[in-house]
Each structure stands twice: as C-alpha cells, then as structure tokens.
C-alpha cells in the first residue's frame, strides 16, 4: 500500500520587538521588558497607560509612525516602514463604518482587492451570508468576524494586533475567534485597560518612560 503523504508543518512564525524606542505625547517611550517574544499560536499582552499611548504604540507596530531606536522581527527578518503591512490590526470593538456594507467594510477603501478576495475572507469567518448587510444588523460576535475578515484579506498576513480599550466592548472574543480561524499568527494585544485582559496573560509588557 503506498504511504499517504503527510503535508510539511507550517513555518513557526515568530514575532520579536527588540528594544524598541518611540515618541509619544513629548517624550519617548519602550517596552519594560525590553524585548517582547511571541510565537505562532501564543498572546502577548502589553499594558498601555493611557488610550492615546495605545494608539501610539499600535501605530509605530502598523508603520504608520517611525521608531527612535530597536527592531522589529518577523523570525530573523528585520521588518521596515514600509513593510508593516504583514502586521494586521483589530481595533477596540472591531472598528466597523456603520455606514458601509459588510463586503464595504471589508474592502475598507483598499485598491486591488478582488470580489474573489472579499468572499473568500468573508467565508473564511462565517460571514459570507452577510455581505450586503450593515454591521448595525450583526451580533458582536458577528462584527468582530467582519473586522478579522477586514484584516486579513488580500494581505500575506503574518501578526495580528487586536487592540482593547477601557468603554469598548473587552478584547475575549475577537482573540478567541483569531486563536481559532488562525491558529498560526502570533498576536498582540494592546490595551490601556489591564484589567480586561489578566485573563490572556497574567504578565503583561507595560510601556515606560525611555531615556
């Protein structure tokens, strides 16, 4: 009998933040510790001490604001400016326009991204059914798979940052839904709110004043 080919397991991808340095708010900002590690499959946590150093931080993780100092690696490759879009973002309950359509939603003003694209990240979370709807018509549950959707599609994904915020609904579900549909990815959660999120990980980064 011949043997049934077994397929090779997938690459570990392996999100590091090494001594990084920012500006926020005047001053500049790091990580305590100093160097963050997270692999597929596992959630770091970092502590923010206000909603606008969480923006901050996410921001400077996206590449939509420069670094002072450090790196930041996906496995032994340094990850530029201009190529932080393999880092995907959640926002605080989702981030969805109201009005736009899901498939809209989705799209998020992006060129280049094919119908195929959409249906398929639509299919993937469940939503396929509800392209042509608004998110006002969805369950939280159901929002949140259209902001995973929104995140991932058309894009070589590989980090997922879900942001969590103090008056937004918790962070729970969007990380478990991310753990299950991409099991994978290593993930960030960045929160101004610690307390929502002892739960992921009792040993959360915070964000200190820098030097």
Same mark, same amino acid.
């Given at each position: ?14 999100? *590091? ?55 930041? =690696? ?52 469940? *939503? ?14 159901? =929002? ?13 994904? =590989?980090?997922? *940052? ?12 969007? *990380? ?36």
């Amino acid at each position: 009998m011949d043997s049934v080919p077994v397929p090779p397991e997938p690459p570990m991808l392996v999100l *590091v933040l090494d001594a990084l340095r920012w500006e926020c708010g005047g001053g500049r900002s790091r990580l305590d510790p100093d160097r963050l590690l997270v692999r597929s499959g596992e959630i770091a946590v970092v502590a923010d001490r206000s909603a606008e150093e969480a923006d901050t931080f996410a921001e400077v993780l996206l590449g939509r604001k420069p670094l002072d100092g450090g790196q930041i =690696r996906l496995a032994d490759a340094v990850i530029p400016l201009d190529m932080r879009r393999e880092i995907a973002l959640v926002p605080a309950g989702g981030g969805l326009f109201p009005h736009l359509s899901v498939r809209e939603n989705i799209v998020c003003g992006r060129r280049g991204v094919s119908a195929d694209a959409v249906r398929d990240a639509a299919a993937r979370f469940g *939503v396929k059914g509800h392209l042509d709807r608004r998110p006002g018509d969805l369950a939280h549950e159901e =929002r949140i798979r259209v902001a995973l959707a929104r995140a991932t599609c058309a894009s070589a994904i =590989r980090a997922l *940052v879900v942001e969590d915020r103090a008056g937004s609904a918790p962070c729970h579900r969007a *990380v478990k839904t991310a753990r299950k549909e991409l099991p994978d990815l290593p993930l960030v959660v960045v929160t101004d709110d610690a307390t929502q999120v002892v739960t992921l990980r009792p040993d959360p980064w915070e964000i200190v004043d820098a030097p």
